[in-house]
């Protein structure tokens, strides 16, 4: 056998080793993000409620933010609204990034609830809610809420509940309306991944949220009715023409902070 021929064949061996331990490595990211995702969402599945009439009463409903002019924004403050005027939580807390002046979540979600109805006593703004654990983390640490429902979409409540068992929080979590099909796929890609780098994040590398602070627990409003809007009557008609306005404004607007 001649020298190059020698040297050839071990570049070969080290390629071959080389593509063996990526597959093996490929096999097994997918293998962890298949078990992840299953485990956050069987483990997790009786606590989310569709049904306004089922899900059971909590002082403390928790929005967790997105951006304005997005059907993940319309259908969220709609289903938080729905739950206080259907007497399911007394108080909203709405959490989202506020990062510049210019962009604001929080208030952008009180506004919009105001409007349709829902006392602005009743809501409290956490402008620190930059991640899902930042929300749900604040919500007891900072706002002493350690018993919620949770009010987003489907597929975003599941790991928004791992979080909340991971800090000793007992929750719920209520689905708002679901985004178009047409963004489904990409939202729903997006989530498999953010489930598996959140066991990572909750189990492994433990991260806490980007600013805690002092500790400023929800009093509860002894005045906890809905307030009709001025401009309309009748509690249902006005929340479907709220809705549906919030919905018109979103059309076309996709994108979301989760």
């Known amino acids: 056998m001649h020298v190059n021929d020698y040297s050839v064949g071990s570049e ?9 331990f990526l597959i093996i490595v490929f096999i097994l990211s997918i293998g962890y993000i298949v078990a992840s995702n299953g485990y ?11 049904s306004s009439e089922k899900i059971p009463i909590k002082n403390i409903g ?26 399911k939580i007394k108080h909203i807390l709405v959490s989202g990034d506020n990062h510049k002046k210019s962009y604001d979540e929080p208030t952008d ?39 919620i429902t949770i009010i987003s979409q489907r597929f975003h409540n599941f790991r928004a509940l791992e979080v ?18 047409k963004y489904k796929t990409k939202t729903d890609m997006r989530e498999i991944l953010a489930r598996a780098y959140a066991l990572i994040d909750l189990y492994i590398l433990n991260k806490k949220p980007k600013f805690l602070g002092r500790f400023e627990p929800i009093k509860l409003s002894s005045r906890a009715k809905i307030l009709e809007p001025k401009s309309g009557k009748g509690s249902s008609a006005t929340l479907n023409q709220k809705t549906s306005h919030l919905s018109e404004l979103s059309k076309g607007h996709s994108l979301s902070v989760f």
């Open 62 to 87: 928790v929005v967790l933010g997105c951006a304005k002019r997005t059907h993940f924004f319309s259908c969220r403050v709609a289903g938080a609204v729905k739950l206080y005027r259907e007497g």
């Open 109 to 147: 979600m009180k506004k919009a609830m105001v409007a349709m109805g829902v006392p602005s006593e009743n809501i409290t703004c956490d402008y620190a809610g930059f991640r899902t654990l930042d929300t749900i983390v604040r919500a007891k640490e900072i706002f002493g809420a350690d018993d």
């Open 164 to 181: 909340a068992k991971r800090h000793g929080i007992q929750a719920i979590a209520y689905c708002a309306e679901n985004v178009p099909n």
């Open 40 to 50: 956050i969402i069987l483990s997790n599945w009786h606590r989310v409620y569709s």
């Open 12 to 20: 070969q061996m080290i390629q071959n080793k080389k593509l063996k």
